[in-house]
């Protein structure tokens, strides 16, 4: 009877719908992120992205404001959340937002803070005038020297209008030094903007290292009497620059050649002695950064210290046996790699590398991993809130970059699959061997992955044989180069280091002719185009992805590394590059390639040919141009047959502006110019370099400054956007009466 109820129930039940796969998708996409979630919660591993979220407050700081924001909005709005956050601590997603949004207002407001705190007189035009002041750096170069002077005086600016301090150089032989109270006549001028929309921008750079201007010192230089005596952080920068010039000559001296200005780099950080040779032959063996002082000079730098101590300390059996030797040696080396940053002159770039490496020294003392991601995350957060700016800049994207891509990386490239426990000397010998070439191959081929996007998208540059410049050279570097540098720093009051620099000197020319011979490769140097700031941030989110996670939500990153990869890959060319001043133009012809019109300086016409992805020498395009030029200006047909005219002279307009699809002109052009796109002095002023991409719809302009902007170096355009009039294109351009002279002729 049951059995039948059974029956009857079950044969009148209506069977409930099945779940699709789009269900089932779902459900096990959410049980797969919650279970990377958990791990990565059980594992502690939510601390670095409070350093991500810091960073991206900064950038959106940098990149996003039209203005300078009130200090008390953000940091308001953080203590707000502060206050709200202990109510969130049964709903941990909550919380972990709410923490992330902290950080990334409290990293909007180190940038504000940043730029409050280095705010000074940026001066305003190109001026010619006496100059006094106090010598605080000097760098010795080949032919005079760069000089970083606090200015106490320039023509009639007043104070307010007086930048604080300038870079100059002079080329005569005179002989200067720090703490010098000199006099001159100088040419300032304000530092220079990006030469292109994207590229570099040294007046950002230069605002943050406190330079109201660069220049050159003209005629005679006098050493005068002080007017005033010199405040104690002038003497002891003073006293150090000039034990660093005079160690840079001894060394040098001692060596010779470019072998002794490479080794005088690595250890005082001047790198004027270098010629262009060794530096353009450093490059395109992948190995220039360890000219710069940054991240590997004071790893191995602390290392030979914690070394050298520790081995010292061990040969004491009492000390061995009941002191911790360990932690006295990282306090020594903590010690040690700060004093060598301070004497290589405490750049931005060796700050940052000294943050870093005092992290991991110190997670020694309190018996932590020293190579942790949680230390990175800690060493990028203090780097952050000194120097907010610098995670727009290569230095900081590279270092951080590679090492965090070393961490993630670690367990695969520590050689542990070459390590033999058997009882052979041989074998152990020759496994060991293995494990050292293998780790340091993968160690090389880590760090260039992880730091090829970035060192891309700065510099446009890429060196395939680069690991086999890495692979080759660094062992010279680890073993004798960075050990000479210490042990004849440490002689050196002793004036027994001669010996010691002859010995390095060996090692960095076998450096240097190992570079030599793979820049002797074909194609050892690529330039890349240029591409959008979007592709890095797609990539840059793809190495944070990849890198941070320890659970197997790290393989997400590889959907945005796609994405950017393909961006990358497909960037937007410009046909027109314009000069801030319309001193010069690059103008796609009808062969594809870009082609000077008027007179771009070399470095500028560099920057646009690296954008383009031209490996051409700036000189040999400046001296290869088809442009027809007279004393009033220039004419160039592009590609898609428009004629391109630069004036320099007003009597041009009445031709040009009939005549021409792009009028670029240094001065006001005519209300009435019918040219089809006018790029005039007034537009330059206020919007700065220019480039054109011909579109269907038209030409599309792109400008270093954006409409609405306002930074502290570089004040907000005012005036109206370009004029730009559908108009057909002639077929041909009548030449000018004037006879035609070479475009590089003086004007």
């Known amino acids: 009877m049951a059995s039948g109820e059974a029956r009857a129930r079950s044969s009148g039940a209506v069977a409930a719908p099945r779940p699709g796969f789009s269900a089932y998708w779902l459900r096990g996409l959410t049980e797969w992120v919650l279970a990377g979630l958990a791990q990565e919660h059980d594992q502690r591993r939510l601390f670095p992205w409070l350093a991500v979220a810091f960073g991206a407050g900064v950038l959106v700081y940098f990149t996003a404001t039209a203005g300078e924001p009130v200090m008390a909005a953000p940091l308001g709005l953080a203590i707000l959340l502060c206050v709200v956050l202990p109510f969130c601590a049964a709903r941990p997603v909550a919380r972990a937002l709410l923490l ?96 292109r929309p994207g590229g570099y921008d040294f007046a950002r750079d230069a605002y943050f290292r406190g330079l109201g201007a660069v220049g050159s010192l003209v005629g005679k230089i006098e050493v005068r009497p002080p007017p005033r005596p010199l405040t104690w952080t002038l003497r002891l920068a003073a006293a150090t620059d000039e034990a660093r010039n005079a160690l840079t ?115 020694i003392l309190v018996d932590r991993p020293a190579l942790s991601m949680r230390n990175l995350a800690l060493a990028a957060l203090i780097a952050l809130a000194r120097e907010p700016e610098g995670v727009l800049g290569p230095s900081f994207q590279m270092s951080f970059g590679a090492v965090a891509g070393l961490i993630a990386c670690a367990r695969y490239i520590n050689g542990s699959l070459f390590r033999s426990e058997g009882d052979s000397r041989i074998m152990r010998f020759l496994f060991g061997i293995a494990a050292v070439v293998i780790g340091t191959v993968a160690t090389t081929l880590v760090a260039q992955v992880a730091t090829a996007p970035f060192s891309t998208f700065h510099f446009q540059t890429v060196q395939p044989f680069g690991l086999i410049g890495n692979a080759l050279t660094l062992p010279l570097v680890s073993l004798v180069v960075m050990p000479s540098a210490v042990l004849g720093i440490l002689v050196y009051p002793f004036a027994l280091d001669q010996p010691v620099w002859w010995m390095m000197g060996l090692a960095i020319q076998g450096m240097l002719s190992i570079s030599a011979w793979i820049s002797g490769f074909g194609h050892a140097s690529l330039v890349i185009p240029a591409f959008s700031s979007g592709a890095l941030a797609w990539l840059a989110l793809a190495l944070i992805m990849l890198t941070v996670p320890v659970s197997h939500l790290r393989w997400i990153g590889l959907a945005p590394a796609a994405l950017g990869v393909a961006l990358a890959a497909t960037p937007q060319r410009h046909d027109i590059y314009i000069d801030r001043e319309a001193a010069g133009a690059a103008v796609r012809d009808k062969s594809g390639r870009l082609v000077t019109l008027g007179r771009p300086s070399a470095f500028v016409m560099e920057q646009w040919l690296k954008a383009d992805g031209d490996g051409r020498s700036a000189a040999t395009v400046i001296e290869a141009s088809t442009a027809r030029c007279d004393r009033i200006g220039c004419t160039l047909q592009a590609q898609d047959g428009r004629w391109v005219a630069l004036l320099r002279d007003r009597r041009g307009f009445a031709e040009d502006c009939a005549r021409a699809g792009i009028l670029i002109a240094r001065v006001a052009s005519p209300p009435n110019c019918g040219a089809g796109t006018i790029v005039d002095g007034a537009f330059l002023r206020t919007h700065g370099a220019t480039a054109i991409r011909f579109a269907a719809e038209g030409p599309v302009l792109t400008t270093v400054r954006k409409p609405g902007e306002t930074k502290p170096w570089r004040p907000a355009p005012q005036d109206p956007k370009p004029v730009v009039k559908p108009a057909a294109l002639p077929s041909e351009m009548p030449e000018s009466d004037e006879p035609d002279i070479p475009p590089d002729s003086p004007q």
């Open 100 to 195: 992330a949004l902290i950080a990334a207002l409290l990293g909007f407001s180190a940038g504000a803070w940043r730029v409050a705190r280095v705010a000074g007189p940026v001066l305003a035009r190109t001026t010619i005038a006496p100059l006094t002041g106090f010598v605080e750096t000097l760098d010795e170069r080949e032919e005079g020297a760069r000089l970083v002077v606090l200015v106490e005086r320039f023509g009639t600016l007043s104070p307010d209008q007086r930048p604080t301090r300038v870079r100059v150089s002079y080329k005569t032989a005179q002989t200067l030094k720090p703490g010098d109270f000199i006099a001159a006549n100088a040419r300032l001028l304000p530092p220079p903007e990006a030469a």
């Open 249 to 363: 000559r001894r060394i040098a001296d001692a060596i010779g050649g470019q072998a002794g200005a490479v080794a005088a780099a690595l250890v005082t950080g001047k790198r004027g002695l270098i010629d262009a040779q060794s530096n353009e032959v450093l490059r395109a063996a992948g190995i220039y950064h360890v000219v710069s002082i940054s991240g590997l000079h004071m790893v191995l730098a602390a290392g030979v210290v914690f070394w050298l101590v520790r081995a010292v300390l061990a040969t004491v059996p009492f000390l061995a046996l009941h002191a911790p030797i360990k932690k006295i040696a990282a306090i020594f080396a903590m010690v040690g790699v700060t004093a060598y940053c301070v004497f290589s002159g405490w750049d931005i770039a060796a700050e940052r590398s000294l943050i870093m490496t005092l992290v991991m020294l110190g997670a």
